[in-house]
């Protein structure tokens, strides 16, 4: 006789909805955004996983990765304690990728965009009549005001669509210096153009300035590089942390991804 199923009792019926990651970091060329990207290949919570790379620049987790076509996104088995990664390298490329994603959901718990700096050069070139991000033309387009107001709203479309995908998403982005509205001095930005910036800074929850810094060796006593994550918004850079109580702090020394979530209590 089998035996009859017990309900559950009120406590464990009653799960809390998942919470998924949804932050951008930016940083100059060199200072670990990609490595931070790729370092959860071996966390459950964000695997499987997807690079969709603009950037091209994947040689520093070479070891990490497995390369697939946009059109294999989400229908082909990935490679154990590797991110799939899908080289972009026209809009129609990246369009395929979104829809690859729509009708195979599941497929991934984990997607970054890598960089979003790419991404809009990409758009606006695309708008100007390039095919390819690598096209050149005798007789460059010019953009002009709609140009821009075009791009503008193609690039806050594309944000809000991956932000609102059900899974943990990360955007990179490029570094930019613009100056303080209020202090007149030089502010870390993301390299986005015109009001994107302030508009995708408050499309996602954590906003995080990755920088490189030296400071001295606890065992060698000499001069080393350590990266920085910052997490505030000071008069230096744009930071952001939405979690109840700042968990994140203000800044968190060599981050990974594995350490973003256990700050964060992510599953």
């Known amino acids: 006789m089998a035996k009859a199923a017990t309900k559950p009792s009120k406590a464990t019926a009653t799960t809390l909805p998942q919470h ?22 071996a966390d459950p919570r964000m695997m499987p996983g997807l690079l ?35 080289d972009i390298a026209s809009w129609r490329d990246f369009v395929q990728v979104q829809k690859q994603l729509e009708v195979n959901p599941g497929a991934y718990r984990f997607v970054c965009l890598d960089s979003l700096s790419e991404a809009g050069y990409l758009s606006l070139l695309t708008l100007l ?17 709609q140009d821009f107001l075009k791009h503008s709203a193609q690039m806050e479309a594309l944000i809000r669509l991956y932000r609102d995908l059900p899974l943990h998403v990360l955007f990179i982005c490029g570094l930019a210096l613009q100056k303080n509205p209020r202090t007149k ?4 930005v993301p390299n986005l153009t015109g009001k994107l910036v302030g508009k995708v800074t408050g499309l996602v929850d954590t906003v995080g300035y990755l920088d490189v810094r030296e400071t001295i060796g606890d065992t060698t006593n000499e001069p080393e590089d350590e990266r920085v994550l910052f997490t505030t ?35």
């Open 185 to 188: 001095l030089e502010q870390a």
């Open 129 to 145: 009549g390039a095919t390819k991000a690598s096209q050149v033309s005798e007789k460059p387009e010019v953009a002009e005001l």
């Open 52 to 86: 969709v790379n603009f950037e091209g620049g994947t040689l520093s987790v070479r070891s990490r990765i497995s390369n697939i076509k946009p059109a294999d996104v989400g229908t082909i088995e990935p490679e154990p304690g590797k991110l799939d990664v899908v």
């Open 20 to 41: 998924w990651l949804k932050m951008l970091v930016y940083g100059q060329s060199g200072s670990g955004k990609t490595t931070l990207a790729c370092s959860g290949v």
């Open 233 to 267: 918004l000071t008069d230096a850079y744009v930071g952001k942390d939405r979690s109840e109580g700042q968990l994140l702090g203000r800044e968190i020394i060599e981050p990974t991804l594995p350490q973003i979530f256990d700050l964060l209590h992510l599953t």
